[in-house]
């Protein structure tokens, strides 16, 4: 009996090989993972490519669980499925033999299978496929990776990078820090994920030196998420170079403020030298005139008249003429009462002579006292 019953399991196996070679069954299962991570509320998008599709395939997805699997994805008719699934889930890749299903608003931990014509991948002698959607409530935080060093005014490329299941709708990454040249780019990595790459070059500062540079990751949920580091950043002058620096610096000035000092004090006493000059000429030019004859009068009782002759040249002796007037000494008595003492002015203009100078009226100045 027991003998019968091996015979007849030996027989079926056959029959089913001979119906279904190897290579063939393999044709029909997915190529996909086994999970993958997802965050609540965002989407994620499941690989999925079959070996070999026939012409115009019908694809489902459906969702396992005991009892009847209900479909989340119907490509030939999108309201025959599951009311929770309707707009969430979606066919994407470009090849022709891809099944990979994206899912919106993640909600639950759960497990999908495809299904082509009914047959592929979803039947009970050659099984199924399976991948496990793994819901986590906390987003993934980025990671920054900087050089090594930073020398202040030496620009430096910063990164940061954070990890996703939804190429659709990616996180944003934003940082605290100006930076120039700045890119963006996904790469693909296993089992359908991907590494969303920010990068940018950073000028670094002394002023930002113990500062944090933060880079945030900000979610289609609204979730956020964030990674800091400390910045640490180094002069371009060694301790050695700078006191020496410094101290040149410190010369130059020095060397220019006395400069300065001497170019002021030189300029000063030129100045003063030419007005003291300007005033001792002028003072020789009188004296020259006054002095042959009243060089023995008191200069206090003097009164004279004064002429110029516009005629002679500026720099001459003979340009002025002074001729005697009799008056009082005014000191020797200070409090007699006196009259109104004049002196006369006489111009010669250079068109006329010193005779014809003597029929023109002559101008009077008072002076009272």
Known sequence: MEIHISLQRIFLLAAIQAWF???????????????????????????????????????IW?????????????????????????GRTFLVGKESNSCSLR????????????????????NALRGFNKVRVQVSDTPEKPVLTLPPSLTEGTPARITCSVRHTCTHNPPVLLWNKVGFNRTERNEKLEGGVWRFVHEMDYIPTYQDHGSPIVCESIYRSGQVSQETATLDITSPWSGEELPMILGGVAAVILIMLIGLVLYIFVRSRKSQKSATSGKRRAETVVQERINPVYGNIEPQSLYCNVTVNEDIPRNSTERTYVSPMEGEDMYAQPNKQRGVHYSSIRHVPRTQTAKESEHEEIEYASIQH
């Open 103 to 122: 899912i919106d608003d993640v909600r639950d931990s759960e497990t999908y299978y495809p299904c082509i014509n009914g047959n592929f991948n979803c």
């Open 21 to 59: 070679p190897g290579s063939e069954s393999q044709d029909l299962l997915a190529s996909l993972p086994e999970s993958i991570p997802a965050l609540r509320g965002s989407c994620v998008e499941i690989p999925c490519t079959f070996p070999r599709v026939p012409a115009g395939f019908h694809l």
């Open 62 to 86: 459906c969702r396992d669980q005991a009892g009847t699997d209900p479909i989340i994805f119907n490509n030939k008719n999108p309201l025959d499925i599951h009311g929770a699934f309707r």
